[in-house]
């Protein structure tokens, strides 16, 4: 979903920010709280003296827990935006944190896990990948880590490990 689009189904609030950071960050309304209506999801940033940067920032955690939160039916092959991040040749993918693939790669991953079950390895095979490659991916982002084990939990699975 476009950004307008999701702004539209969100109330934005703006308020002062508190802690360190003198005057100018008590007297200002730079702090940004996003509500998600129909999902009932908040977020809140308030990091930056800046409003714009802390409504992007806000805007990128929503973007987050809804694909941490909410789950899809999951689609017949590999979606598009993820089929781009998978390197072929070695069944790998390869998308960081920083990537603008990254949230719908956790979305689209969390959502065949839940389809299979939670189940790595079905889900794995599913996208075109290593089952360790995926087991990587979901364990490498404490919040994506959290949700994979609770699909896994809710399935009467282990929970996954991570490698230190």
Do not use: W
């Not at 308020?15 to 100018?24: D, E, I, M, V």
């Not at 990587?136 to 699909?151: G, M, Q």
Request: glycine share 8%; net charge positive; hydrophobic share 40%.
């Amino acid at each position: 979903m476009d950004e307008a689009g999701l702004m539209a189904e969100c109330e934005l609030d703006t308020l002062r920010a508190s802690g360190p950071g003198g005057q100018k960050r008590n007297k200002t309304e730079s702090a940004v709280r996003i509500r998600h209506l129909p999902s009932g999801i908040i977020v809140i940033a308030n990091e930056s003296r800046s409003q714009h940067d802390n409504r992007d920032v806000a805007l990128r955690r929503l973007r987050k827990a809804l694909a941490l939160k909410l789950r899809e039916p999951a689609q017949t092959g590999v979606p598009d935006e993820i089929a781009a991040a998978i390197d072929d040749k070695k069944k790998r993918l390869k998308v960081g944190q920083k990537d603008a693939r990254y949230i719908p790669a956790i979305a689209v991953a969390l959502d065949l896990l839940a389809a299979h079950g939670g189940r790595v390895s079905d889900a794995a095979k599913q996208l075109g990948l290593t089952t360790g490659n995926l087991s990587s991916f979901l364990t490498a982002d404490d919040d994506l880590f959290v949700e994979a084990n609770l699909i896994r939990t809710q399935n009467g699975l282990g929970p996954l490990r991570k490698r230190e």
